[in-house]
């Protein structure tokens, strides 16, 4: 079955540097989203992405943020300048559809910032 | 979104059917019920959702009240991979239109916990 596959898995970076969260969506799939999770905390909605632009971003997704499809597989989630509260489970998401279609989330990466 | 209420924990045991609930009293007409579920150290899963009918499928089925202010998850047959954090989720059809609104909001959820 096809799955959503993310890199790195684990990502540790000094507080002020830039990250580079990657993701491969589903193939066929046209609507793509990212998440995060802090530690014991619920899941989050940061930005979904459809048609090569952002679709809607919650409060969190600031300036700091930004999302690209560089190529037709790749989708990816850049944080400017990390702050020591960046630190969580970032799941990439992505659907066939719209609100119909299920969600497919990849593993997701674990970032620290230290 | 309208609201979902679910209890924060229930436990089951390996092989028996597990009935999770989910309470949206203020559920509108077009919005579905959603279930996904988190096991430890993954990403959500997509298992179910609905309308107004029951629905069935490799997973689960969805049985949802007549007058849709409530819904349950049934695990027909518990397994130890069934232990996770269920989450109900409505998602309303009208708010979505043009690619916007489509995130999904989770809760906290409810953790199954399965015993052998």
């Known amino acids: 079955e096809p799955e959503v596959t993310q890199t790195p898995s684990h990502q540790v970076t000094q507080m002020g540097q830039e990250v580079i969260l990657r993701c491969v969506p589903i193939?066929?799939?046209?609507?793509f989203y990212w998440y995060r999770q802090i530690l014991g905390q619920k899941v989050e909605f940061l930005v979904s992405?459809?048609?090569?632009?952002?679709?809607?971003k919650s409060e969190i997704f600031d300036d700091q943020f930004s999302v690209e499809r560089p190529d037709g597989s790749n989708f990816t989630l850049k944080i400017r300048s990390t702050k020591l509260e960046d630190s969580a489970m970032y799941f990439c998401?992505?659907?066939?559809?719209?609100?119909?279609?299920?969600?497919?989330f990849g593993d997701g990466t674990r970032l620290s910032i230290l | 979104d309208a609201k979902t209420t679910q209890p924060n924990s229930m436990e089951s045991n390996e092989e028996e059917p597990v009935h999770l609930p989910c309470n949206h009293s203020?559920?509108?007409?077009?919005?579905?019920i959603h279930w996904y579920r988190q096991l430890p150290s993954q990403g959500p899963e997509y298992v179910i959702h609905?309308?107004?009918s029951n629905v069935n499928n490799r997973m689960a089925s969805l049985a949802i009240a007549e007058d849709r202010k409530s819904s349950t998850l049934i695990l027909h047959r518990a397994t130890l991979r069934d232990a996770a954090v269920y989450y109900c989720?409505?998602?309303?059809?009208?708010?979505?239109?043009?690619?916007?609104?489509?995130?999904?909001?989770f809760g906290k959820g409810t953790l199954l916990t399965v015993n052998p």
């Open positions: 989720i409505l998602r309303d059809v009208e708010s979505n239109s043009g690619g916007s609104n489509y995130k999904l909001t």
């Open positions: 193939s066929n799939h046209l609507y």
């Open positions: 998401a992505s659907s066939e559809g719209g609100w119909d279609q299920p969600q497919h």
């Open positions: 203020t559920i509108s007409g077009t919005d579905y």
């Open positions: 609905g309308l107004t």
């Open positions: 992405f459809y048609n090569n632009e952002i679709s809607e």
